[in-house]
């Protein structure tokens, strides 16, 4: 983890409502460094997908399912 970095437990479901909400809020953090925890993400769709593309710009993704990284992967790859 990022030294000074803000920890953001993500739990439950993730979906576009829930992402966007969350990437205000992530936005409004400033240059700190973000760090999300996804230990306890159960469901994602496609907006969430998007959403955790992010960790290419600085932000860090920890306790990630192997298949949302690979989602993630295509993700970016398709931008």
Known sequence: MQAGAIRFVLSGVLDTELAARR???IASEGDGGI???LKDVTLVDRAAVRFLA???AGTEIVNCPEYVRIWIAAENDSQ
């Open 54 to 56: 992010v960790e290419a």
């Open 23 to 25: 990437e205000a809020l």
């Open 35 to 37: 760090v999300l925890d």
